[in-house]
């Protein structure tokens, strides 16, 4: 069963225009959240993090937000680039587990001029 | 710093046979995490390894085995492999477990006909 849900497979955005990511999980126990990026022959890429303690994490132009109450979590960027253009996945961990990632199925953001 | 690698990138297996996937992990990190990626069930979690020991593994069968070296090198083994065993195999390390930031080698995509 997949506990990490990306419901939007593919997303379109133009440079310079806000590009927001969504991500909803079920398990209640997942304390941690990760934001990977990946280019095609790559592996992930981290991106962004944000513990359950809080709602918001900013880092440049990447900011995630946590709502815990409706199990949500997004990722904007802002301006986007087209360098920005990648899968992006989301993945949740837990203390009672070890850390190990649960991973959504990924988004692709394709960022146009 | 040299990143993570892996070996070979590409392998070609025939049903019934097994194989062996190398993970090299950045210098000094400790914890190698090896996980799955399927189109349909997307990244899965395989397991864990930390000073030689597993410390954590997800829901494959007993087919999926690994092992770490004293110098925190690792190696996945599936034995009898399957059709439904093509996938991108990639290892992640992180300094001291999946609590820290895991870095992704770049996978091993196995093909199995």
């Known amino acids: 069963d997949q506990q990490v849900k990306q419901n939007s497979p593919s997303l379109s955005v133009q440079e310079g225009r806000i590009s927001i990511l969504n991500c909803d999980y079920t398990n209640s126990m997942f304390d941690y959240f990760l934001w990977y990026k990946k280019y095609p022959a790559e592996g992930p890429t981290f991106l962004i993090s944000?513990?359950?303690?809080?709602d918001k994490n900013e880092d440049g132009r990447f900011t995630v937000f946590l709502n815990k109450s409706a199990k949500h979590l997004s990722l904007h960027i802002v301006p986007s680039q087209p360098g920005d253009s990648a899968v992006y996945f989301c993945a949740a961990s837990a203390r009672n587990s070890g850390y190990a990632l649960n991973f959504g199925k990924g988004t692709s953001l394709l960022v146009t001029p | 710093k040299a990143g993570v690698t892996q070996t070979p990138r590409y392998l070609i297996k025939t049903r019934g046979q097994q194989v062996t996937l190398s993970c090299s992990p950045i210098s000094g990190h400790r914890s190698v995490s090896w996980y799955q990626q399927t189109p349909g069930q997307g990244l899965q979690f395989l397991f864990e390894?930390?000073?030689?020991?597993?410390?954590n593994k997800g829901n494959f069968p007993g087919r999926f085995s690994g092992r770490q070296f004293s110098n925190s090198r690792s190696e996945m083994n599936v034995s009898t492999l399957e059709l439904g065993d093509s996938a991108l195999y990639l290892c992640a390390s992180s300094l001291q477990g999946p609590a820290d930031t895991q870095y992704f080698g770049p996978g091993t995509r196995l093909t199995v006909l």
């Open positions: 944000i513990s359950s303690i809080k």
């Open positions: 390894y930390f000073s030689e020991t597993q410390r």
